[in-house]
C-alpha cells in the first residue's frame, strides 16, 4: 500500500525548464491514483534544488543512509509522505 519514486533525473543541460516539475507531477498523480499509504523518495544530501521541490511537494527527511558511488559513499536523505 505503500510507492516508493527510485529515479527522477533530468538531464544538466535540460535543467531550469520545469521538466523535473512535470515529472514529478505526473509520477505523484499517478502513485497517489493507486494508493492512500505513505510516498517514500530517496535523495543526495547534495541535492539541494530536489529537496526543495520534494519538500513543496509534502515530503520530509526521515532518515539517512549511505549509497555506494564508485568508489565513495554518498550521503542519501530517505524522503516520505504520509
Known sequence: GEYELRRLYVSKDAQGLGLGTTLMKQAMDWMQERTSGALWIGVWSGNEKA???YNAYGFEKVGEYQYPVGTWMDDEF????A
Open 78 to 81: 530517505i524522503l516520505r509522505r
Open 51 to 53: 529537496q526543495k521541490l
